[in-house]
């Protein structure tokens, strides 16, 4: 496996995972697990955050502590499936700004077309990590990526649940500086490029729709 991609095998992730993949998983629990599986990637993808040390003064005495430094943090989840998993980690990083990328398929080009985009304004400063449940061609996440490297954007992690080896590859090749974190590699693409074994929809069964 290509050594850009971090696969988390951690036995809570897994579990958890393994319910938002089950065809009976109802609406409200499948959103909660998601936001539950984000949150406890979150925990793993920013174990490289730098640390600065400051003086706290605790009701003992003053002490020398740690707190994160250098760049801020700011995610960006690709609209609508991205959503689902925000929440979970505004819940460890709750200073994280929010930006959003709106893509949907053009059905005579099956190429993702953008229409929204709304970001932080210091992107140079800030450490962008891209949200997206599903990793299937790969191409929302490459478009989503480039747009964000076109508007000044230099650190970029991608995070997602489920990934099928089409669509690292094609990511891998279109932007290889870009790690991609997720929770599992599945097998490959069905003929209507829906991952398999997957977990159908994830925009669907996060908002209930069909």
Known sequence: MNSN??????????????YIRDEKTG??????LVNEVA???????????????????????????????????????????????????????????VGHIGLYRDPKTLKPVEYYVKLPSDIEEREFIVIDPMLATGGSAIAAIQSLKERGA???????LIAAPEGIEALNAAHPDVPLYVAAIDEKLNEHGYIVPGLGDAGDRLFGTK
């Open 5 to 18: 991609v971090y696969v988390f095998d951690h036995p809570l992730i897994q579990h958890k995972l393994s």
């Open 27 to 32: 609406t409200k629990e499948f959103r909660e």
């Open 39 to 97: 949150m406890l990637m979150a925990y793993e993808i920013t174990r490289d955050l730098p640390l600065e040390e400051v003086e706290i003064k605790t009701p003992i005495r003053t002490a020398t502590c740690k707190m994160i430094s250098g760049k801020k943090v700011g995610l960006v989840p690709i609209l609508r499936a991205g959503l689902g998993m925000t929440d979970g980690i505004l819940r460890l990083i709750p200073a994280a700004k």
């Open 154 to 160: 230099s650190h970029i992690k991608l995070m997602c």
